[in-house]
């Protein structure tokens, strides 16, 4: 199925554009990790206990935040729950970190959110749900495996990358892998949402699936340049995109509205992972076309300004 057969979009002659927009993106995050909310790490990484409380009706969090605080636990976060579709439901997520939690027992978390509920709170009936622990030893561990996750995945697919293809095409795409996580953890801390380890899994999956949307375009114009000797990079890569275009669009739409509905009705229970899979999808589709593929021509040019010769048409063959 194709979409678009005869499409002859010049995408080289809006590198400029797309590199504006990346740094536009990629900046603002950092600023915001930087001197705005961090990088927002959720309990599973920082360590501390989570007490879900059911309201009989929607909680003032204005009021809510009051009683915990009038109760002696100043610097608890609040977090409501939101339904499907953003509908308000009555449950509010208390956060605690490991200083407040006192010590590393249920309980413990429990029944102060309780007592400061119970003595400063009387807007509605309330029940707690749900009460999570993680201690900071335990944290810190699953931060540092987290790290080193995203950074083997990297290399690895750099080493295969390097192996099936040529050096700059695995540099081209985990630079642009690293540009889609950057945008996509960016985009965490600009909404101030909490990093969880599911949300590390969808990172993951979403560096393999832009890797994969990168090589699908890096493997075209591995094949025209080797059909096309006497055309300029610049051309073979513009075509290469343009020929795989309709494949990318259809992949990428169907794989956006899955997560996108995952994101709107799989509940709060898998917002952060859904958010990271639609940022990331709408990122890494774009960085295929936008970033991995003119790095190519960038560097290609960059070669010829020292005078060394090209060594993109000459690429290996792809091992079967």
């Not at 892998?177 to 965490?188: E, N, P, R």
């Not at 993109?312 to 063959?317: F, I, N, Q």
Request: charged share 15%; glycine share 8%; net charge neutral.
């Amino acid at each position: 199925m194709e979409l678009f057969r005869t499409t002859n979009i010049d995408w080289l002659g809006k590198k400029w554009y797309f590199l504006g927009f990346s740094l536009i993106f990629s900046v603002a995050g950092v600023l915001s990790m930087a001197f705005w909310h961090g990088v927002p790490r959720g309990v599973d990484f920082k360590g501390g206990t989570l007490v879900y409380v059911k309201f009989d009706s929607t909680p003032n969090e204005d009021h809510l935040r009051q009683a915990i605080d009038a109760g002696g636990i100043h610097d608890a976060s609040i977090q409501r729950i939101s339904g499907a579709l953003g509908q308000v439901a009555n449950e509010e997520v208390i956060s605690l970190p490991e200083s407040s939690a006192a010590d590393t027992s249920h309980d413990a978390g429990r029944e102060r959110v309780l007592a400061a509920l119970n003595n400063n709170y009387h807007d509605s009936h309330f029940e707690v749900q749900q009460v999570e622990i993680v201690g900071p030893t335990a944290g810190k561990q699953l931060q540092k495996q987290a790290w080193l996750a995203t950074i083997y995945s990297l290399i690895g697919m750099l080493v295969y990358l390097w192996f099936r293809f040529e050096l700059i095409y695995g540099v081209a795409a985990v630079v642009a892998v690293f540009h889609d996580t950057l945008i996509t953890v960016g985009a965490f801390s600009l909404t101030n949402q909490e990093i969880t380890l599911t949300v590390i899994a969808a990172i993951l999956t979403l560096i393999g699936y832009s890797m994969n949307d990168t090589i699908v375009v890096f493997d075209r114009i591995r094949e025209n340049l080797a059909l096309s000797r006497r055309e300029s990079l610049t051309d073979v890569v513009n075509r290469s995109i343009n020929q795989t275009l309709s494949r990318t669009v259809i992949a990428s739409g169907l794989t956006f509205l899955t997560v996108l509905s995952l994101y709107l009705f799989g509940g709060e229970v898998l917002h952060g992972f859904s958010f990271a899979l639609v940022v990331g999808i709408l990122i890494g589709t774009y960085s295929s076309i936008a970033v991995a593929a003119p790095m190519l021509v960038a560097y290609q040019d960059w070669r010829a300004s020292k005078g060394k010769a090209a060594t993109l048409p000459a690429g290996k063959r792809a091992k079967s």
